[in-house]
């Protein structure tokens, strides 16, 4: 499973698929002052890039994925 959620950190590697984004949005509401890290995504579906832009992108890393970074960055420059 790509979302690794543990005692005050979650972690996503691999694939983060549109499963991973409403587990994702819950622990991000528990955790309003902590970070997502994605230094080991290798994909973050859609659904996953539009919870992490909802939280204020509190990240850690960036995903490995060209369309992810790139989608992310492209977030970031709107605000």
């Known amino acids: 499973m790509p979302l690794k959620i543990t005692r005050g950190r979650c972690v ?7 499963e991973d984004a409403e587990p994702l949005l819950g622990w991000l509401a528990g955790h309003p002052a902590k970070a997502v890290d994605i230094s080991a995504a290798t994909y973050l579906h859609t ?3 539009q919870v992490i832009a909802a939280s204020g992108f509190r990240m850690k890393g960036e995903p490995a994925d060209r369309f992810s970074a790139e989608a992310i960055a492209s977030l970031k420059n709107r605000e």
Request: glycine content about 10%; hydrophobic content about 70%; cysteine-free.
């Open 12 to 18: 996503l590697s691999g694939a983060a698929t549109i």
């Open 47 to 49: 659904a996953v890039l």
